[in-house]
């Protein structure tokens, strides 16, 4: 990753994290023992289901967040703790928690960003000596007091009112064994679960959003950026190796870009591919959730086209 000074054109360039935002806030799946939202202390552990109140934080100090597994153990806290509130820590077990993985680009354990009023920003992976890493975070605290984000946290054990915050519901079984299925990395299997779940209840908000997300990832799995670039490069007019492009750029956080590129190929494509252009947008909407001005946007502009 990088040490280079952070400014708010690197925060406004770093992923998105939109996708990990559920549907009428209901997560991906209940959070595992021993991990909970970020309260009066300032390190935590978190996962894929409870990532959004990390976001919200993100509003009031900024959130260092620590991947960490595969015989790796986090090691941020101490630094973390001397700054006596000015971060939050969260920690990320990246062998269980496919979603965070995808959305921070997360290519080796330790990696470790932060997240300032709700938007990422990547620092680095590997490990780094201490006086570097103050350094880094010094970095962090200006981008943060940059955006308003100038709050600190109280230190202590969870107010009485956290301790007491009910236990969330379990996800319905064909829910559970995709989320399952995914953080195996079976996608295949994953989609089956979300297809079944929609022919039993077709108004399964929750498994339309979760099989467009699921989708997006089993077409990423075999594909690398540059071979789906030099395709599309070849044959501009490609339905299909556009619709490719269009996935990188969603999977980058640049769902705009996304939608641009399959609006302006739509009026020139044949009939199949104004289908599979219309179809590939509907998963966009998913993913983004049906509030997010650019899904308001394109919606709007393909309606246009459709009719």
């Given at each position: 990753m990088t040490n280079a000074p952070l400014n708010a054109a690197t925060l406004r360039g770093a992923v998105d994290l939109t996708s990990l935002v559920r549907q009428h806030n209901e997560p991906v799946a209940p959070a595992a023992t021993g991990e909970t939202a970020p309260s009066g202390g300032f390190a935590t552990n978190v996962n894929d289901a409870s990532f959004t109140q990390v976001l919200e934080l993100s509003n009031t100090v900024p959130v260092i967040v620590e991947f960490f597994g595969q015989g790796v153990e986090p090691a941020l806290e101490p630094t973390i703790t001397a700054y006596a509130g000015k971060f939050a820590l969260v920690t990320v077990d990246a062998t269980s928690n496919p979603q965070l993985v995808?959305?921070?680009?997360?290519?080796q354990v330790p990696t470790v960003a932060a997240v300032i009023g709700g938007r990422p920003v990547q620092l680095f992976a590997g490990v780094m000596a201490e006086n570097d890493l103050k350094d880094v975070l010094e970095q962090v605290l200006q981008l943060a007091a940059e955006s308003n984000v100038v709050g600190t946290l109280p230190a202590g054990e969870a107010s009485d009112d956290d301790a007491q915050e009910p236990v969330e519901e379990p996800l319905p079984p064909l829910h559970q064994e995709a989320y399952d299925a995914i953080a195996a990395g079976d996608f295949a299997t994953a989609i089956e679960k979300y297809e079944t779940a929609i022919t039993q209840n077709p108004r399964d908000q929750q498994a339309v959003a979760g099989l467009a997300q699921v989708s997006l990832l089993a077409r990423l799995e075999n594909e690398t950026a540059d071979s789906v670039r030099s395709?599309?490069?070849?044959?501009?007019?490609?339905?299909s190796a556009q619709m490719a492009v269009a996935d990188l750029d969603v999977s980058g956080g640049h769902l705009g870009d996304a939608f641009a590129r399959l609006l302006e190929l739509f009026p020139s494509a044949d009939a199949d591919g104004k289908n599979a252009i219309r179809t590939r947008m509907l998963d966009y909407f998913e993913i983004a959730g049906a509030e997010d001005p650019r899904?308001?946007?394109?919606?709007?502009?393909?309606?246009?086209?459709?009719?």
């Open positions: 995808q959305a921070f680009q997360v290519q395709a599309a490069a070849q044959d501009p007019t490609s339905v899904t308001v946007d394109a919606r709007r502009r393909l309606t246009l086209l459709l009719y």
